[in-house]
Every structure is written in structure tokens, then in C-alpha cells.
């Protein structure tokens, strides 16, 4: 045989025999790989097979508190709290804290975008009241059982506990301003009280409601109430306007434009003071007027130009007159008649 065909021969059979290495090595690798994760498998299948209800317990919480996170988070605006109750402070029974007591739950709840159901309520409750809050909500049988078990609670169950509390320790500031309301609403005139006098208790009021007035003292330029203020200083004014025991300058004020929109209560009695000025004025004029008229029909009656029934029927439309306001004196009819008759002598007979 040629040289040239033994090389070829010898080239073809050490590629051959290369390309089975290669291949028993490739199939090496394949089956050492399979191998190594059956035996994960094994592993991960005999840890499986070992556990305790301690380890079980554990992951039920990771995962629930994962998917806690995962509500949280869905919302990008809110962050879950690592632990509700501690945004919570305790409460034992403070008046001033009851109501802030019961704000704090549910703002604790809403920033963790959690639905405050009625058992989550009393887990809160189970958890942070204490001292005479607690002795209070231990003498109520339903709220016992709520607390022994939370499931149970309802939400009737959550209103008659914030009713129980709020009851027992009610906030001493929103006692007293319902009692400043209630005044506010049944505030009136006696009917021996002056106007000033009236004036001054509803000042005093307006400083219970913790009011400032802006036009008094020249305080105009230094104080600007919030429309809530405004709202009810006007509240206030239109108080002080239906209690007055006058109606006359009621009407009066009434006619004025705009007055109902008055939030100054010191505006609102000038001008109810300047509409009962108003009024006492021309009730004097009208009274001069009427004194000058009656003296002028008795002026006619004595110089015979007009008749005693003419005056008769001028007095009764004139209805009844006082001359107190004034030094007019107004004779009787009788007076009247008998005036200027000549007295009878005895010469006569």
C-alpha cells in the first residue's frame, strides 16, 4: 500500500478514536450532572420528611407575615408597622385621652392599610387597656366573652365598648363645650336686663367658646380668625339677635342689609343699640308731634272752630297718650268742656 493512503488511514482512525473520547466524555458529564440533583432531591425530600410544629409555626408566620408585606406594599404611599400595638399607647382610664384613645386605633389600622375588624379591635383592647378602663370593661359580661375570645366580637360589640368608656371616662373637654352649645342655643334677654348687661354675657360666652372678637380692643389688624371661628362668632351674633326681648329693634336690625352675615358680635350690638336709639327717638318725636297736635285741636275747640264731639273723635284715634317726655300737660274732656263757661253768680237768680 502507497505511504500516502497508510497516513490517510491512520488520520481517519485517530479522528474516530477522538471523537469517542469526546463523546464518553460528554456522556460522563451528562450523567454526573443527573446524578448530583437526584441526590438535591434525596435531600431536599429527607429534610422535608423531619420537621417539628415549632419549625411549622415559624414558617406560617414568615409567610403570613409575608404576604402582610405584599399588602403593604401594593400600596406604595404606606408602610406596614413592624407591630400595631406599638403605635398604640396604653390607656388606663384618662378622661383627657378617651376619645384620642379610640383616633389612635383607628389610625394605627388605616396606616397599615388593615381593616379594622371587630376581633383585631379587641386584640388592641386586650393588649393596651389596663387600670380602671379594665375594671370597668371586666363588669360587662359581653365584653368579657369578647376579650376571653376575639372571634366572637361583632361590631355591635365594638360600639357599646368605645360607649362604655367614653361614658365612664368622658373627656371633660367636650363636656363642656356641649354645655356651651346647649347656653349658645337657650341664650335669651331677661326681661329686666338691659341691653349692655345682655351684651356683656354673651362676651363672656364668646370667651367660653374660646372666640376672639377682632373688633374689639382694636385687635383688627392682629387677629384673623379661621372660617371655622368666623362660622361660629356668626353662629353667636345670630344668637344674640333672636334672645333679644325687644321686637322692635329686632325688625329694625332685620331691614338692615346684610346683618345676618355679621361675625362680630361688638358690630352686632352697635347696631341693634344704634336701632334702639332709632327707635326711642322717633317714638319721643312722635310723641312731641302728638302733644302739639292735641294742644292745637284744643287752641280750636276753645276759639269755637270745632265742636266737643270733633274733639271727642280726635282723642279716641290719638289713643292713649303719656306725658312723661314732656311738659305738656293735656286737660280731660271734662276740663276741656268746662272751660270757658262762664261761672254762674248768684245775681242770676
Known amino acids: 500500500m502507497p505511504d500516502i493512503l497508510k497516513r490517510k488511514n491512520y488520520q481517519d ?4 478514536k477522538s471523537s ?29 420528611l423531619h420537621y417539628d410544629s415549632f419549625s411549622e409555626e415559624q414558617e406560617g408566620f414568615s409567610s403570613l407575615r409575608e404576604d402582610s408585606i405584599v399588602m403593604a406594599n401594593s400600596n406604595p404611599t404606606r408602610k406596614m408597622p413592624a407591630d400595631l400595638k406599638d403605635l398604640v399607647p396604653r390607656y388606663m382610664g384618662n378622661s383627657k385621652l378617651t376619645a384620642q384613645f379610640f383616633r389612635q386605633i383607628r389610625t394605627a389600622f388605616e396606616d397599615a392599610d388593615i381593616e379594622l375588624k371587630s376581633k383585631c379591635f379587641f386584640n388592641v383592647i386586650i393588649m393596651r387597656v389596663g387600670g380602671d ?22 361590631d ?35 326681661k329686666t336686663e338691659t341691653l349692655t348687661s345682655y351684651y356683656n354675657r354673651a362676651v363672656v360666652l364668646m370667651k367660653n367658646l374660646k372666640l376672639v372678637d377682632k373688633n374689639q380692643d382694636g385687635l383688627t389688624d392682629r387677629v384673623e380668625n379661621t372660617p ?28 338692615v342689609k346684610g346683618w345676618s352675615k355679621c361675625s362680630s358680635l361688638l358690630q352686632m350690638h352697635t347696631l ?16 312731641e308731634l302728638k302733644n302739639a297736635e292735641c294742644i292745637q285741636m284744643l287752641k280750636d275747640l276753645q276759639a269755637g272752630s270745632i ?39 248768684n245775681r242770676d237768680h
Open 228 to 255: 371655622a371661628e368666623k362660622h361660629l362668632l356668626k353662629t353667636l351674633c345670630m344668637a344674640y339677635y333672636m334672645g333679644m326681648n325687644d321686637p322692635v329693634p329686632k325688625r329694625r336690625v332685620f331691614q
Open 20 to 48: 469517542f473520547k469526546i463523546n464518553n466524555s460528554a456522556n460522563s458529564v451528562k450523567v454526573s450532572e443527573i446524578e448530583s440533583k437526584f441526590d438535591s432531591l434525596r435531600l431536599e425530600e429527607t429534610q422535608t
Open 272 to 287: 341693634v343699640t344704634e336701632e334702639k336709639n332709632d327707635k326711642e327717638e322717633q317714638a319721643w318725636v312722635e310723641h
Open 13 to 16: 482512525e485517530t479522528i474516530k
Open 156 to 190: 355591635d360589640d365594638v360600639v357599646a365598648c368605645k360607649d362604655l368608656l367614653m361614658t365612664q371616662f368622658a373627656p371633660i373637654e367636650i363636656e363642656q363645650e356641649n354645655d356651651w352649645i346647649a347656653e349658645l342655643g337657650s341664650f335669651r334677654q331677661e
Open 133 to 154: 378602663a379594665l375594671e370597668v370593661l371586666e363588669q360587662n359580661r359581653r365584653i368579657v366573652a369578647c376579650t376571653d375570645d376575639s372571634s366572637c366580637a361583632t
Open 307 to 345: 265742636t266737643q264731639a270733633d274733639m271727642n273723635t280726635f282723642m279716641a284715634a290719638m289713643g292713649p297718650i303719656s306725658s312723661s317726655s314732656s311738659n305738656i300737660t293735656i286737660p280731660s274732656p271734662r276740663t276741656h268742656l268746662l272751660t270757658g263757661v262762664t261761672p254762674i253768680s
